[in-house]
């Protein structure tokens, strides 16, 4: 099995590899774009700016490759800034085209209780709604309520509620922190800096990329 993290020039690559490889022997990054098609399955990692983000998968030939991927239904997983790019459109700094894997857009924080600041930076709980079912997924290990680690400024929105597969309070707001579409999953927090559980999750989603080489 094959694990490749999408270097497109940002940074939060390193941590992601190295928690990665406590599940996967053949784990590594790549902005070469044959390398990235061989994989089993790939990782969009990355901190900043959402058209910065886009603009280092263009300038790399890489965004056609992470669609390619999913199409074939190969595992994707986003993290932060990676987990944002997986949405059709980004609104930071202007309105700026994304990947378009999932329908929706990425938004800024609404007007947050007093003493809550953007941004926000810290541990939450990640809930799945008592509608969606974890079974099959990336939070299938994950206990209800988990606390993982975020640091963000804006917000995963989701087009269709169908491709929420958890959400987290702050401010007085809930947004999607875990977004999925197939085997396309996102979490907009950091699973590499969230402890035992955000291990838990980086292994469950190995054991998906390992489930999908079988098939």
């Not at 702050?170 to 969230?194: D, L, M, W």
Request: one cysteine or more; aromatic letters at 6%.
């Amino acid at each position: 099995m094959k694990i490749r993290i999408v270097d497109f020039g940002v940074g939060n690559l390193h941590s992601a590899l190295k928690a990665l490889r406590l599940f996967c022997d053949d784990a590594s990054t790549s902005e070469d774009p044959a390398e990235l098609r061989s994989a089993d399955a790939l990782v969009l990692p990355g901190v900043g700016s959402f058209r910065a983000g886009m603009h280092g998968l263009q300038v790399r030939g890489l965004g056609d490759v992470v669609r390619e991927a999913a199409e074939a239904g190969k595992p994707i997983l986003g993290i932060c800034l990676g987990a944002q790019l997986l949405l059709s459109e980004g609104q930071e700094f202007g309105r700026c085209e994304g990947l378009g894997i999932i329908p929706g857009e990425v938004v800024p924080f609404p007007p947050l209780a007093d003493g809550c600041k953007v941004p926000h930076m810290g541990w939450s709980p990640v809930d799945v709604p008592d509608a969606v079912s974890r079974e099959g997924t990336i939070l299938e290990a994950t206990p209800p309520g988990a606390d993982m680690y975020f640091v963000h400024s804006f917000l995963l929105r989701p087009q269709d509620h169908v491709h929420t597969l958890a959400v987290t309070s702050y401010g007085g707001h809930t947004f999607a922190s875990v977004i999925r579409k197939g085997n396309v999953y996102g979490c907009q927090f950091h699973p590499e800096k969230s402890g035992a559980e955000g291990l838990r999750l980086l292994e469950r989603f190995a054991s998906i990329c390992a489930e999908a080489v079988l098939r």
